[in-house]
T-cell receptor
Framework: AQSVSQHNHHVILSEAASLELGCNYS??????LFWYVQYPGQHLQLLLK??????LVKGIKGFEAEFIKSKFSFNLRKPSVQWSDTAEYFC????????????FGTGTKLQVIP | EAGVTQFPSHSVIEKGQTVTLRCDPI?????LYWYRRVMGKEIKFLLH????????ESGMPNNRFLAERTGGTYSTLKVQPAELEDSGVYFC???????????????FGPGTRLTVL
């Protein structure tokens, strides 16, 4: 069975700082990878996803993530965060092909200070 | 296009009572999923419907949980009788695989926060 590990549980940054949230997955085969975000009072939204092809994936709101297969990693990055990026971020993984369940990490709470 | 909706948004019940949660997926989405997040922990898969059939129910905690999707539209998740450890946020998600199985992205509802006292 697959698992997802998010290393940072709570991150505090000042506006304009760069962001990198770590995500590692454990699975022996090929995977689909996702980052979801939950803004305060809102539901989970998809930020970006990787299915295949270019390992550098660009998502909404200036976020990007890089799939490094050799490291089983899918870290989320943003060069300059804004106060509106304050939210909880979830990395998720699913074995590719067929009907497969999605496994989530424990989430990282990001607080951006103005 | 309306998103995934869930009802109720909050439910507070006493141990031993029954609660039924409802999920309305995005119209046309054959795949419907239930997840649960216990406070501070990861979001965990409960089960997956394809239309009205249960594709995978390996995440259901025990037989106090019963999910249905009659007619392949909305779904209900009943907890009977509820226990303290059932408290958490229950999410529903739906998807439609544009390129066939395994190509879908799940869209989530706002969740139902269940508190069992």
């Amino acid at each position: 069975a697959q698992s997802v590990s998010q290393h940072n549980h709570h991150v505090i940054l000042s506006e304009a700082a760069s962001l990198e949230l770590g995500c590692n997955y454990s699975y022996g085969g090929t995977v689909n990878l996702f980052w979801y975000v939950q803004y305060p009072g809102q539901h989970l939204q998809l930020l970006l996803k990787y299915f295949s092809g270019d390992p550098l994936v660009k998502g909404i709101k200036g976020f990007e993530a890089e799939f490094i297969k050799s490291k089983f990693s899918f870290n989320l990055r943003k060069p300059s965060v804004q106060w509106s990026d304050t939210a909880e971020y979830f990395c998720a993984c699913r074995p590719s092909g067929g009907y497969q369940k999605v496994t989530f990490g424990t989430g990282t709470k990001l607080q951006v200070i103005p | 296009e309306a998103g995934v909706t869930q009802f109720p948004s909050h439910s507070v019940i006493e141990k031993g009572q029954t609660v039924t949660l409802r999920c309305d997926p995005i119209s046309g989405h054959d795949n419907l999923y239930w997840y649960r997040r216990v406070m501070g922990k990861e979001i965990k898969f409960l089960l997956h419907f394809v239309k009205e059939s249960k594709q995978d129910e390996s995440g259901m905690p025990n037989n106090r949980f019963l999910a249905e999707r009659t007619g392949g539209t909305y779904s209900t998740l009943k907890v009977q009788p509820a226990e303290l450890e059932d408290s958490g946020v229950y999410f529903c998600a739906s998807s439609h695989p544009p390129g066939g199985v395994g190509t879908d992205t799940q869209y989530f509802g706002p969740g139902t926060r269940l508190t069992v006292l």
